[in-house]
């Protein structure tokens, strides 16, 4: 499930913005996007800190928590179906139901408009330390770079490090066009072949959730 928070301060606005129908949003069935507050406790110290989980609210009045849902809801519900519950509309915007009872959805993030374009590269990085005590890093990153005109361009790149040598791959990967409507990204890619993904536009399009992972604005 993606972070939220870190490395950027979290101001979180319900969205009023009512959503004209379109054929993501009729396809994927998505009333909104929100935000939940769930609390954490510090392994360390013991410490209580305050986070946010998205959660998917479906025209159908079910809510799934996560956003794998939204690339694929009935795989989704069929490999986490304690992660499924329901919602309802209220005066103040939505709740969801928890074994608690109904639970607010602390805020909405709104769906990108038609025609939307993005300016900028967004990268996603991962790295681990190898568990045999060699001292060996390995990292790995994946960036999409989008532009105004409608273009886009995908990276993937791979090193490792240790005591005693580093080592590097960088791969320039495809480019094509891209289309973003609602809650979906569509990459056509020059060689004829179609994408489509789920993606969350927050923090002022300073940070991207692409089918659930974090992208982060590098330029």
């Not at 392994?43 to 809510?63: C, K």
């Not at 989704?76 to 329901?86: F, G």
């Not at 330390?129 to 409608?150: I, K, N, Q």
């Amino acid at each position: 499930m993606p972070r939220v928070g870190g490395r950027y301060p979290i101001r979180w606005l319900r969205s009023d913005r009512k959503r004209s129908a379109s054929k993501a949003g009729a396809a994927t069935g998505v009333e909104t996007v929100g935000l939940y507050q769930v609390t954490r406790a510090d392994p360390y110290d013991g410490s209580i800190t305050n986070a946010w989980n998205p959660i998917v609210l479906f025209r159908s009045g079910d809510a799934a928590l996560g956003l794998g849902a939204l690339v694929d809801p009935v795989g989704d519900r069929l490999a986490n179906p304690t992660a499924w519950t329901r919602w309802r509309r209220t005066r103040e915007g939505y709740d969801y139901w928890t074994h608690d009872g109904w639970r607010a959805v602390s805020s909405t993030i709104a769906a990108a408009p038609r025609g939307l374009r993005l300016d900028g590269r967004y990268a996603h990085e991962a790295s681990a330390m190898h568990p045999d005590g060699s001292g060996v890093l390995s990292a790995s990153w994946l960036s999409l770079t989008f532009e105004r005109s409608g273009r886009f361009a995908r990276e993937h790149g791979a090193a490792s490090f240790g005591p005693r040598f580093s080592a590097a791959e960088r791969t320039t990967a495809q480019a094509g066009n891209y289309e973003i409507t609602d809650y979906c990204v569509t990459l056509r890619h020059d060689d004829g072949r179609v994408e489509t993904h789920s993606i969350v536009l927050i923090h002022d399009k300073k940070v991207i959730w692409l089918d659930g992972i974090e992208y982060i604005r590098q330029r």
